[in-house]
Protein backbone atom coordinates (compact mmCIF):
# COMPACT_ATOMS: atom_id res chain seq x y z
CA UNK A 1 0.00 0.00 0.00
CA UNK A 2 0.76 3.57 -0.47
CA UNK A 3 0.82 4.07 3.16
CA UNK A 4 3.30 0.94 4.11
CA UNK A 5 5.59 2.48 0.77
CA UNK A 6 5.78 5.78 2.55
CA UNK A 7 6.37 4.42 6.47
CA UNK A 8 9.66 2.64 4.36
CA UNK A 9 10.66 5.73 2.73
CA UNK A 10 10.07 7.93 5.74
CA UNK A 11 12.16 5.31 7.75
CA UNK A 12 15.09 4.90 5.19
CA UNK A 13 15.87 8.19 5.41
CA UNK A 14 15.51 8.63 8.90
CA UNK A 15 18.20 6.11 9.25
CA UNK A 16 20.36 8.07 6.91
CA UNK A 17 20.40 10.93 9.27
CA UNK A 18 22.48 8.96 11.48
CA UNK A 19 25.03 8.42 8.75
CA UNK A 20 26.60 12.02 9.86
CA UNK A 21 26.29 11.28 13.65
CA UNK A 22 29.57 9.67 15.84
CA UNK A 23 28.81 8.40 19.36
CA UNK A 24 31.18 5.04 20.78
CA UNK A 25 26.93 4.11 21.81
CA UNK A 26 25.58 4.01 18.28
CA UNK A 27 26.66 2.04 15.25
CA UNK A 28 27.75 4.27 12.39
CA UNK A 29 26.55 4.19 9.47
CA UNK A 30 29.13 3.80 6.50
CA UNK A 31 27.58 4.12 3.18
CA UNK A 32 24.35 4.40 1.36
CA UNK A 33 22.67 3.91 -1.80
CA UNK A 34 19.14 4.14 -3.65
CA UNK A 35 20.16 1.07 -5.95
CA UNK A 36 19.02 -2.09 -5.24
CA UNK A 37 19.05 -5.26 -6.45
CA UNK A 38 16.63 -6.15 -9.56
CA UNK A 39 13.65 -7.87 -8.51
CA UNK A 40 13.92 -6.31 -5.14
CA UNK A 41 11.42 -4.59 -3.58
CA UNK A 42 13.91 -2.46 -1.64
CA UNK A 43 14.30 1.29 -1.23
CA UNK A 44 18.49 1.02 -0.99
CA UNK A 45 20.94 -0.16 1.08
CA UNK A 46 22.76 1.36 4.03
CA UNK A 47 26.73 0.00 4.92
CA UNK A 48 26.43 -0.24 8.43
CA UNK A 49 30.10 -0.74 10.99
CA UNK A 50 30.16 -4.04 11.73
CA UNK A 51 30.38 -4.51 15.52
CA UNK A 52 30.14 -7.73 16.06
CA UNK A 53 27.75 -10.54 16.34
CA UNK A 54 27.04 -10.47 19.71
CA UNK A 55 23.62 -8.89 21.38
CA UNK A 56 22.12 -8.32 24.69
CA UNK A 57 19.82 -10.88 23.42
CA UNK A 58 22.42 -13.25 23.29
CA UNK A 59 23.83 -12.09 26.48
CA UNK A 60 20.56 -12.46 28.23
CA UNK A 61 19.10 -15.66 27.13
CA UNK A 62 22.43 -16.80 26.62
CA UNK A 63 22.64 -17.70 23.01
CA UNK A 64 25.66 -17.41 20.83
CA UNK A 65 27.79 -15.61 23.67
CA UNK A 66 30.98 -17.23 24.81
CA UNK A 67 31.94 -19.04 27.84
CA UNK A 68 29.53 -18.85 30.56
CA UNK A 69 28.93 -18.66 34.10
CA UNK A 70 25.91 -21.21 34.65
CA UNK A 71 23.27 -21.02 37.15
CA UNK A 72 19.95 -23.24 37.66
CA UNK A 73 17.08 -20.61 37.02
CA UNK A 74 15.01 -22.79 39.37
CA UNK A 75 12.95 -24.61 36.58
CA UNK A 76 16.18 -26.39 35.55
CA UNK A 77 17.60 -23.90 32.69
CA UNK A 78 20.98 -22.96 33.16
CA UNK A 79 21.42 -19.30 32.55
CA UNK A 80 24.76 -16.79 32.30
CA UNK A 81 24.90 -15.08 35.39
CA UNK A 82 25.16 -11.35 34.17
CA UNK A 83 26.33 -9.05 37.31
CA UNK A 84 24.78 -6.10 38.69
CA UNK A 85 28.24 -3.70 37.44
CA UNK A 86 27.62 -4.98 33.91
CA UNK A 87 24.18 -4.49 33.74
CA UNK A 88 24.61 -1.17 34.89
CA UNK A 89 27.56 -0.71 32.55
CA UNK A 90 24.90 -2.06 29.79
CA UNK A 91 22.49 0.26 30.33
CA UNK A 92 24.93 3.23 30.86
CA UNK A 93 25.96 2.25 27.45
CA UNK A 94 22.64 2.17 26.18
CA UNK A 95 21.37 5.37 27.67
CA UNK A 96 24.14 7.85 26.86
CA UNK A 97 23.82 6.36 22.94
CA UNK A 98 19.80 7.41 23.32
CA UNK A 99 20.64 10.65 24.83
CA UNK A 100 23.06 11.34 22.08
CA UNK A 101 20.56 10.29 19.42
CA UNK A 102 17.74 12.52 21.24
CA UNK A 103 19.91 15.36 21.52
CA UNK A 104 19.87 15.65 17.59
CA UNK A 105 16.35 14.54 17.31
CA UNK A 106 16.43 11.00 16.27
CA UNK A 107 14.26 8.63 17.98
CA UNK A 108 14.96 4.50 17.60
CA UNK A 109 11.85 3.15 16.98
CA UNK A 110 12.75 -0.79 17.33
CA UNK A 111 14.94 -0.84 20.79
CA UNK A 112 15.03 -4.45 21.83
CA UNK A 113 17.67 -6.80 23.31
CA UNK A 114 18.62 -8.25 19.84
CA UNK A 115 19.06 -4.43 18.22
CA UNK A 116 21.52 -3.55 20.90
CA UNK A 117 25.06 -5.00 19.81
CA UNK A 118 27.91 -5.95 22.43
CA UNK A 119 31.55 -5.07 20.75
CA UNK A 120 34.69 -7.16 21.13
CA UNK A 121 35.37 -4.54 23.40
CA UNK A 122 32.33 -5.27 25.80
CA UNK A 123 30.46 -1.69 24.70
CA UNK A 124 26.93 -1.42 24.02
CA UNK A 125 25.70 -0.02 20.35
Known sequence: SSKNSLALRQSFWAELNVARLDHQNVVRVI???????????????IIMEYVGN?????????TNWGPTKRKDDGFGCGRESLSLAQSL???????AGLVFLHSHLIVHLDLKPANIFITEQNICK
Open 54 to 62: STLHHVIYE
Open 31 to 45: AASTCSPAGQDSLGT
Open 89 to 95: RYSCDIV
